[in-house]
C-alpha cells in the first residue's frame, strides 16, 4: 500500500512544527487524528521518522529524508491543484483553432491579441487549411472549433455564421476591365482564368458562379495558393475572382480588384464546433471575444461584413 497524501501531509506539517499540538492547529484537525496518520505512515514505510517525549519531537535520519520527499510531493499535488483550477476557469491552457489562411492572418490577429490581455496564459494554437481538412481537425478533437466555409451541412457539426465577404474580380493593371466599375462573371469567361486548385472552397465557389450563368471555362492555369494566383495575375497572365478576404494574401504584385455582379457571389464563413462536445472553459473565452468585437462593430476589410 501506499502511502496517502493526507499522511504525507500530516507527516510533514508535524515534522516543521516540531509539535503534534502546533501542527494540529495549523491543520485544523485533532491532535489524536493527526497522531495515528504518522503513525500509519512509520508502519508502512517500516521506520521510525519522529523521536517523541514529553516535550520535543525530533526528527531521525530517515525521518529527515522522509520530509524532503513529503514536501515535494505536497507542494507538487498543490501547485498541480492550483494549476487545474486555473484551467477549468479558462485561465490556462491552450486553444486550438482550424481555420482557413485568410482568417487565421486577417480575422484572427485582432481577436487574439485582445483575448490574451485578458487571458496571458492561455495560448492560442492555428490549425490553418483547406476546408475539409479545417472541419477534419474539428471532428477528430484536434480543433476546439473552426472558422470555415461549410459545404455541405453535418449533422456531426454546430454552425454559427459569423463573416461573410463578396467575391471580387483580380485583375492586371492597366486590363481592358479595369475601366469598369463592375465585372460580370461572363465577362471573366471570356478571358484566360487563373484559378484556386480544386481542393479550395474558393474554387468551388469560382466555379458554382460560372455554371451559374452557364460559362464554362477551363482554366489556363491553377495553383494551390492564394500568394501563386496574385503573382501570375500581376504578371499578366490572366484574371481571377477572388472574395475580399484573401485578397491581402496575394502577395506583393500589384492587381486591380472590381466588384463582381451577375450574379453577385458571398462566401459564408461560420464557425463550427461538433455537436454534443464540452467546451473547455478557455475556448469559450475566445469565442465570447470573436462575439465582443462582432457586437462593437469591429472594423473588417473592404468587401467583408460580420454575418447577423
Same mark, same amino acid.
Given at each position: 500500500?501506499?502511502?496517502t497524501l493526507r499522511q504525507l501531509a500530516a507527516y510533514a506539517a508535524v515534522a516543521r512544527a516540531a509539535s503534534f499540538t502546533a501542527a494540529a492547529a495549523q491543520m485544523h484537525v485533532s491532535q489524536s487524528s493527526l497522531s495515528r496518520a504518522v503513525a500509519d505512515l512509520e508502519r508502512l514505510l517500516g521506520a521510525q521518522l519522529l523521536e517523541r517525549d514529553t516535550r520535543n519531537v525530533q526528527l531521525t535520519a530517515a525521518g529527515v529524508e522522509a520530509l524532503r520527499i513529503a514536501e515535494q510531493i505536497v507542494n507538487a499535488h498543490r501547485a498541480g491543484m492550483k494549476e487545474l483550477r486555473r484551467f477549468l476557469l479558462g485561465e490556462s491552457g491552450t486553444v486550438a483553432v482550424a481555420t482557413l489562411p485568410s482568417v487565421a492572418?486577417? &480575422?484572427?490577429p485582432r481577436v487574439i491579441t485582445q483575448f490574451r490581455t485578458q487571458r496571458p496564459q492561455v495560448a492560442v494554437r492555428i490549425l490553418d487549411g483547406l476546408e475539409r481538412s479545417v472541419l477534419d481537425r474539428v471532428l477528430s478533437g484536434d480543433a476546439d472549433f473552426a472558422i470555415t466555409t461549410v459545404g455541405r451541412p453535418s449533422d456531426q457539426l454546430e454552425q454559427r455564421p459569423l463573416v461573410h465577404d463578396r467575391f471580387v474580380a483580380v485583375l492586371p493593371p492597366h486590363h481592358p476591365l479595369t475601366e469598369r466599375a463592375e465585372v460580370s462573371w461572363e465577362d471573366l469567361a471570356r478571358e484566360p482564368f487563373l484559378a484556386v486548385g480544386r481542393d479550395s472552397s474558393v474554387r468551388r465557389l469560382t466555379d458554382a458562379a460560372f455554371a451559374q450563368v452557364d460559362a464554362h471555362t477551363e482554366p489556363a492555369?491553377?495553383?494551390?495558393?492564394?500568394a501563386t494566383v496574385g503573382g501570375l495575375v500581376a504578371a499578366? &497572365?490572366?484574371v481571377s475572382a477572388l472574395p475580399a478576404l484573401v485578397l491581402p494574401l496575394t502577395g506583393t504584385g500589384q492587381v486591380t480588384c472590381r466588384p463582381l455582379v451577375a450574379p453577385a457571389v458571398n462566401r459564408r464563413l461560420d464557425i463550427a464546433l461538433r455537436t454534443r462536445r464540452t467546451l473547455p472553459l478557455a475556448a469559450h473565452h475566445l469565442l465570447e471575444t470573436?462575439?465582443?468585437l462582432r457586437d462593437q462593430g469591429h472594423e473588417l476589410p473592404d468587401g467583408v461584413a460580420w454575418s447577423e
Open positions: 500500500m501506499d502511502a492572418a486577417v &480575422l484572427l492555369a491553377e495553383a494551390g495558393s492564394i499578366g &497572365l490572366g470573436l462575439d465582443a
